[in-house]
């Protein structure tokens, strides 16, 4: 039995990954989840969770460059890869991402925003929906991979059961059209100057960058990255030809002189040369010069924010301890004056000092928040003003 596009088992409430997709990865990610109420909780959630959540979203972590980090950027990269085998939406009969109608691509993308929140969509949709892209591309990678044939005839018979036979025919004969033959040499071609890869998995260098920040407290240069990401757990090297580049690099760090940090002239560059136009080395997906050089403008004026609030916070917890005090002195003198019992002035004091441990508390827990730079929207901090 022959099945056609119309027939693919549909989700209309997107409460369950598609069917043609693989189980996801059991896997939990730490993440921030906020519900249609403004309400937000941190819980370990699966992709499979993903998408049985209704009118609860989990909200997407972005460093300074656009780039998802922590584990919500992981799971947003991983559950992207689920929604690319929804054949309904993203079918797999165009030979190219730019090719999509704008219609597929607006429908993909609302599905998306059912189940992940982003504090700003349209500045975030290029990067999501590129990505998007390239899950789509992998996908049908594979699907050539494991199921193409020696003729067009031979693997229009190896159709894949849940695969639309309309989507695979036009599938199959593309692929074994001269230009889609020559791009896959050119691809091959590239794969074989990839003489260092990293040791990262599917983990992209924005999450290992922002790790690697917040366990020195300071932002990794390129060549840190570069080095870390080429390091196994053991601590030996991906490779040989890694080993050589790292000793390079470092080399390079040992006699660093000022100004010896932008594009053109970081240990980067002086190891491996000027960048081609319109990326940026070791900072992953969707950097380039333009928003490198944007991001160190406003990482001055993001520093000095934070440490002005950082600053005020801190006086109004030095406030409260005064106030406390001026308190606890009257509360005992008037207690002396009017002979309140020492029971109940006990009692007194202690209704006091719960009050003003929980204001004095409130009050640290925000000094935290800006001092462990938590770019959660909100957190427990006027939740519904910033979400509206």
């Known amino acids: 039995m022959t099945r056609t596009s119309s027939e693919i088992p549909t989700n209309e409430d997107f409460s369950a990954p598609p069917p043609l997709g693989p189980e996801l990865f059991n896997g939990k990610w730490n993440v921030h989840v906020i519900d249609d109420d403004g309400n937000i909780t941190l819980e370990k959630v699966t992709g ?118 309309d989507q695979w025919i036009d599938f199959v004969h593309a692929q074994f059209t001269d230009k889609a033959k020559k791009q896959r040499e050119r691809n091959t071609k590239s794969r074989s100057h990839l003489k260092v890869p ?49 000793e390079k690099l470092k080399e390079v760090m040992n006699k660093k002189l000022p100004g010896e940090t932008s594009l053109k002239n970081d240990a980067i560059a002086q190891v491996f040369g000027p960048e081609h136009s319109g990326r940026v080395r070791c900072l992953g997906r969707g950097v380039t010069p333009s928003t490198y050089i944007l991001s160190l403008d ?44 020492e029971t109940d002035r006990n009692a007194m004091v202690n209704i006091l000092k719960q009050a003003i441990s929980k204001v004095k508390d409130e009050t640290i827990e925000e000094y935290n928040y800006w001092d462990q730079e938590q770019w959660v929207p909100g957190g427990k901090h006027n939740t519904k003003n910033i979400l509206c």
């Open 48 to 165: 499979k969770q993903v998408w049985s959540m209704q009118k609860r979203r989990v909200i997407v972590n972005f460093n300074k460059r656009g780039q998802p980090i922590k584990d919500s950027g992981g799971l947003l990269g991983s559950w992207l890869g689920s929604l690319s085998y929804d054949l309904n939406i993203l079918p797999i009969n165009y030979t190219d991402w730019r090719k999509v109608p704008k219609y597929r691509k607006e429908m993909a993308w609302t599905v998306i925003q059912k189940k992940f929140w982003f504090d700003d969509p349209m500045k975030r949709k290029k990067y999501v929906m590129s990505t998007l892209g390239v899950r789509c591309r992998d996908l049908k990678q594979r699907f050539w991979k494991t199921h193409r044939r020696n003729t067009p005839r031979e693997s229009i018979e190896a159709r894949p059961a849940l695969i639309p036979e």
């Open 198 to 246: 990293h040791a990262l998995g599917k983990k992209s260098l924005a999450r290992k960058g922002d790790e690697m920040e917040e366990e020195s407290g300071v932002e990794p240069s390129r060549a840190e990255i570069f080095i870390a990401s080429r390091t196994r757990k053991d601590g030996s090297m991906v490779c040989e030809e890694a080993r050589i580049c790292v």
């Open 298 to 341: 406003s990482t001055s004026s993001i520093n000095v924010e934070i440490v002005e609030i950082k600053s005020t916070v801190k006086n109004l917890a030095d406030k409260v301890d005064i106030v406390a005090s001026a308190l606890q002195a009257y509360i005992g003198s008037t207690c002396s004056q009017f002979k309140v019992n």
